[in-house]
């Protein structure tokens, strides 16, 4: 079955720590995307990819860095200049404007 | 700028009791209105796609509408496997990326 694989299900993070979120899509689609989602609000865009080896900076990327070497891959790292990680971290992918198609999301957690 | 409002927050409601939930829009040039449904720790599900005025679409218990100015989700006879939280999102036409804006979301319960 075609979809978007998110990994780790749970990450905890340490203080001074870079942890690297991991999304994977066989859905052949162009654009691949990250929002962080906090409790209480919508989705905020961190990064999106419109092409491999292009990516344009969201409304909240400082703290936040990807690549996109491979169209099926597109992975995020929270570096340690986000002083405040925790939150819901979806990754989702689409074709032209059709509709966005979500991963399973990853919780990252402060220890 | 690009803006999109979700009402209510949160909305409780008895099984069978149907509702509407809003979704009011501002954006230079609208080229897609979005519905999504997410579960605890998930994510977002798509539910349906809305372009222009006076569209509709329906699913099962669902059924979303679309104006120049905003969205309704509406649920009739809701069932408690209804309970979950309804995004509404928005692609503008300006500029040259396609990137989708959200509202917070509508908490729905439905109880048995």
């Known amino acids: 079955d075609g979809g978007i694989t998110q990994s780790p299900k749970y990450l905890f993070r340490k203080e001074g720590q870079n942890v690297t979120l991991s999304c994977e899509q066989n859905?052949?689609?162009?654009?691949m995307y990250w929002y962080r989602q906090d409790p209480g609000q919508g989705l905020r865009l961190i990064y999106y990819s419109q092409i491999v080896n292009d990516f344009q900076k969201g409304d909240i990327a400082e703290g936040y860095s990807v690549s996109r070497e491979k169209k099926e891959s597109f992975p995020l790292t929270v570096t340690s200049a986000q002083k405040n990680p925790t939150a819901f971290y979806l990754c989702?992918?689409?074709?032209?404007?059709?509709?966005?198609?979500f991963g399973s999301g990853t919780q990252l957690s402060v220890l | 700028e690009d803006q999109v409002t979700q009402s209510p927050e949160a909305l409780r409601l008895q099984e069978g009791e149907s509702s509407s939930l809003n979704c009011s829009y501002t954006?230079?040039?609208?080229?897609?209105l979005f519905w999504y449904r997410q579960d605890p720790g998930k994510g977002p599900e798509f539910l349906f796609t809305?372009?222009?005025a006076g569209e509709e679409k329906e699913k099962e218990r669902l059924k979303a509408t679309l104006t120049k100015k905003e969205s309704f989700l509406h649920i009739t006879a809701p069932k408690p496997e209804d309970s979950a939280t309804y995004l509404c999102?928005?692609?503008?036409?300006?500029?040259?990326?396609?990137?989708?804006?959200f509202g917070t979301g509508t908490l729905l319960a439905v109880q048995p």
């Open positions: 809305l372009y222009s």
């Open positions: 989702a992918s689409r074709q032209g404007d059709e509709k966005l198609f």
């Open positions: 859905l052949n689609h162009d654009a």
């Open positions: 999102a928005v692609q503008a036409g300006g500029g040259a990326t396609n990137k989708l804006i």
């Open positions: 954006v230079s040039g609208l080229r897609g």
